[in-house]
């Protein structure tokens, strides 16, 4: 029979798939670990030949396969799913950047230390150092790129929760479409295409421990990991792992954080599941920090995944509203803090938040988006109008006189210029909360970004998990690395970290000898 | 009416090749040309309604059993002979399985518009999602070489080729019912999630691809 409803119902059937896994182990262990994880020997022949193989087309495997070709190597391109771009390419648009040009015209000063300093206190002070370093010390640069490079276009600066100062370049097409479709087109001016529906099976890793190439599976049908035909492409130079993160598989969440189980939503692309992290771990790579996976605390319940809910919690309420605790009427957070801080906060006030703002807060908070947007989210159902502050408290039982209390005390705040209650930072416009209509979207936080993953190194190698050495011959990069981000990453850092390593496993598995 | 889940199970069962046994014959029906291409919510001029391959659609024979000539199918198991039939005709390809609810209106040499006339689209009675994509192209004339090569192997064609018929996808996003609150042809996501496959698939159930994310819920044909 057909693959039916294969998407539509993948989720559900990833969460069957819990259960059966956690069945197939059981029987596994008693049949013998070696069947459990067969490693792919070295094929007789290799079914094709190329310099530098890549997996995965998101930011960080796009960047790869642009700076291996750029230096001269033949480039197999791989993706199991039916489109290209991952989570690159449903993601917010928000890159960080710490003293840059859009900074400076606008009269904020800015430092890689700062953002640095920024990262690792989110990261709880887990980010391996050098790693962060690197991203933070390259963060200009690489905006820089994606505008010289590829014809970027950004629209403004944003400021992300958890960042000193705004310094997050936001993409004039509001989504990581912006860069995967510039890198994509210039991948296919340097004749690179991605290979879609085209699974990394194996790592084939040679008896002296160097990574030669894959198996992979042509027509591949996600979810079924069965699908498709085996074919091995031999990699002469190197083969370059970018395949994302894990958060929308329940199985390996659950085995990392056994609270992040199948009922929790994900932002997250129907991909990013776990086989090639496996697979790395199968041939010997080390994975870091797993545990570490991060909820977005500016989702809503009244939709699904990422959807429109996050342009209004934090476009617009984060730092022109508030964040209300419905059962007390209080703010009960800093709405511009880390995403764990505020996610943490969420789920201790028992998941029962909404954010808000007034009618002035939404035009300022949504300046230079789409003017559709706030219809799409009513229509959507996940944004509430309320003609009144009496209306609003009474659709979701609110306090009204703590409400109003809460208001005032925000408002004499704004008058005073500093946040006495949370400590928030004001941007200029900042203005008291007053102007009807009010708006609310309801919070529940959801699975968004996997900090855990393949140790690396500052050249983007793959560690060893027996002797700590890199891989010869394996790049890792982006989310399905870890260490860069430590404990929480910060918003907009993501792309500056798959982007910035992604050219680096790329600049270095074409440097590698043929 | 909806046609009851075993029947139509067994009709998605039927799949790709039984259905290129239909059409084989190979002319194109003036009468459907200047039409809207049987598109739902087409109205794009007449010109662009030509198929990909120049003007020669294989069809189903409908209209002039004298006209009608057969194209002799190479390769594949159920890909070869002469086994065709009349346009419409479900016995052709489905022999005794019955596709049809009891009591549907015969079928035979109806071109998709006449279907249309019940089956309005966009209606409780749409057929969208109903019967596979390959099934309305044969029932509006175009056939397998339409879109695929005229040898083995059959590759999915280029987007240029939907595109050849259906306009470009800023026609069609202009197109889409603009009373849904997002646009399946104007994704955010850019380029790559407009591409005609991701969710109309010919020889399989379409998908939304959308709804792995999304609550849009979109009625795709
Ligand atoms: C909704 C959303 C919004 C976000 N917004 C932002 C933001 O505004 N700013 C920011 O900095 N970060 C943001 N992030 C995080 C950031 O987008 C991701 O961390 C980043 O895109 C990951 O890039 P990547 O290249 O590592 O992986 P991905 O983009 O996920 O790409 C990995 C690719 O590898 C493929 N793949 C996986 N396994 C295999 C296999 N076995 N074989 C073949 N292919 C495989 C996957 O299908 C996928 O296409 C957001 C994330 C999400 C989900």
């Known amino acids: 029979m057909k693959s039916k409803y294969m998407g539509r119902k993948a989720r559900l059937t990833r969460r069957e798939m819990l259960g059966t896994g956690a069945l197939a182990g059981v029987s596994v262990a008693l049949a013998g670990a070696v069947e459990a994880a067969p490693r792919a020997g070295i094929p007789d022949s290799w079914d094709e030949e190329v310099d530098v193989v890549v997996v995965g087309t998101g930011f960080a495997g796009l960047a790869a396969a642009i700076e291996a070709a750029k230096a001269g190597a033949s480039v197999a391109l791989l993706e199991k799913m039916r489109t290209p771009g991952g989570n690159s390419i449903i993601s917010g648009g928000v890159i960080a950047a710490a003293g840059s040009p859009m900074q400076a015209e606008e009269g904020i000063e800015d430092s890689v230390d700062s953002l640095y300093d920024d990262m690792m206190k989110a990261g709880l002070h887990l980010n391996h150092p050098k790693l962060a370093r690197i991203v933070a010390e390259k963060s200009v640069e690489t905006v820089q790129w994606t505008i010289d490079e590829l014809g970027v276009e950004y629209r403004g600066l944003t400021h992300m929760g958890g960042h000193a100062v705004p310094r997050s370049y936001s993409l004039s097409a509001g989504s990581g479409s912006g860069i995967i479709v510039p890198q994509l087109n210039k991948l296919k001016e340097m004749g690179v295409e991605p290979r879609t529906r085209t699974l990394l099976k194996h790592l084939i890793r040679d008896a002296e421990g160097r990574v030669v190439g894959v198996q992979i599976h042509e027509k591949f049908k996600h979810p079924n990991m069965d699908s498709g035909k085996p074919k091995t492409i031999r990699a002469r130079k190197a083969v370059v792992m970018a395949t994302g993160g894990f958060g929308s598989d329940p199985d390996f969440r659950m085995l990392q954080d056994p609270r992040l ?59 022109f509203g508030l964040w209300i605790d419905t059962l007390t009427g209080k703010r009960f957070v800093n709405e511009l803090a ?20 007034d009618a002035e807060g939404y035009a300022k908070g949504s300046a230079g988006r789409p003017t559709d947007t706030l219809d799409k989210m009513k229509a959507n159902g996940v944004l509430m109008e309320y003609a009144t502050l009496e209306d609003m408290a009474a659709a979701h039982d609110i306090p009204l006189e703590a409400l109003q209390a809460t208001i005032d005390t925000f408002n004499q705040s704004v008058d005073a210029g500093v946040d006495s209650d949370m400590k928030r930072y004001f941007p200029n416009n900042v203005g008291k909360i007053g102007t009807a209509p009010y708006y609310v979207v309801r919070l529940s936080p959801k699975i968004h970004h996997c900090m855990g993953g393949c140790g690396i190194n500052e050249k983007a190698q793959a560690l060893d998990v027996v002797t700590g050495d890199p891989i010869p011959g394996l790049y890792v990069a982006g989310e399905a690395s870890g260490g860069v981000h430590g404990a929480s990453r910060l918003g907009s850092c993501a792309y500056a970290d798959c982007l910035t390593f992604g050219r680096i496993a790329g600049q270095n598995a074409a440097a590698e000898a043929g | 009416m909806t046609i009851p889940t075993k029947l139509r199970r067994m009709f998605w069962a039927s799949g790709f090749f039984a259905v290129c046994l239909v059409l084989v014959s190979i002319c194109f029906p003036s009468s459907l040309v200047g039409q809207n291409c049987g598109i739902p919510g087409y109205t794009g001029s007449e010109q662009i309604c030509a198929p990909a391959n120049g003007g020669l659609g294989i069809v189903l024979a409908s209209d002039s059993g004298d006209r009608r000539r057969s194209r002799q199918q190479k390769g594949e198991e159920g890909h070869s002979g002469n086994a065709f039939s009349v346009l419409g005709k479900c016995s052709s390809c489905h022999l005794e399985d019955p596709v049809l609810p009891e009591g549907h209106v015969a079928t035979v040499e109806m071109p998709l518009a006449h279907c249309r006339t019940c089956h309005t689209p966009k209606r409780p009675m749409s057929l969208a999602g109903k019967m596979p994509l390959d099934h309305k192209h044969a029932l509006v004339g175009f056939g397998c070489v339409a879109c695929h090569s005229e040898e083995a192997p059959f590759e999915e064609p280029e987007m240029e080729v939907c595109l050849t018929c259906h306009g470009t996808l800023a026609q069609l996003a202009a197109r889409t019912d603009p009373s ?22 010919q020889h399989e159930e379409s998908e939304d691809y959308c709804a792995t994310c999304h609550d849009f819920d979109f009625a795709l044909p």
């Open chain 2, 180 to 201: 849904l609150h997002a646009n399946p042809h104007g994704s955010p996501h850019g380029a790559p999630y407009a591409e005609c496959t991701l969710c109309h698939w």
């Open chain 1, 261 to 319: 189980g199948g009922d929790l939503d994900t932002t997250n692309h129907p991909g990013a599941t776990s086989e090639a992290l496996r697979e790395a771990m199968n041939i010997g790579c080390v994975l870091i920090q797993p545990s570490w996976i991060q909820l977005g605390p500016w989702t809503s319940p009244d939709e699904r995944g990422f959807g429109y809910a996050p342009h209004f919690v934090q476009g617009v309420s984060a730092s």
């Open chain 1, 338 to 357: 880390d995403r764990k801080t505020r996610a943490d906060a969420i789920l201790a006030a028992g998941n029962k938040c909404i954010a808000m703002s």
